[in-house]
């Protein structure tokens, strides 16, 4: 359930920044010229630790990325989306 959560926390950020996460430059390259890609580095990480976290501890409530900290740490996805 947890693996299944975290991946849930991704897509919602992937669909909202409107970006396909990887793990590593190789995985970038190969992505299309269409998609736009991020490498998820530590605080993009840390912002689906985050996400999962509080909506294991305190029930989801639809505002996965309404929290000022999950913002700040995902500020450069939201930088570069148009």
């Known amino acids: ?3 299944q959560m975290v991946n849930a926390a991704q897509r919602s950020i ?3 920044y409107y970006c396909k996460l990887v793990t590593s430059d190789e995985e970038l390259q190969t992505l299309p010229e ?3 890609g991020f490498i998820a580095d530590e605080d993009i ?3 689906i630790q985050f996400l999962v976290s509080d909506a294991y501890l305190n029930g989801h409530t639809g505002q996965w990325l309404e929290t000022a900290a ?5 500020f450069p996805l939201q930088e570069h989306t148009l």
Do not use: G, K, N
């Open 1 to 3: 359930m947890l693996t």
């Open 34 to 36: 269409t998609v736009r």
């Open 70 to 74: 999950v913002r700040h740490l995902l």
């Open 14 to 16: 992937e669909r909202d």
């Open 45 to 47: 990480r840390l912002a």
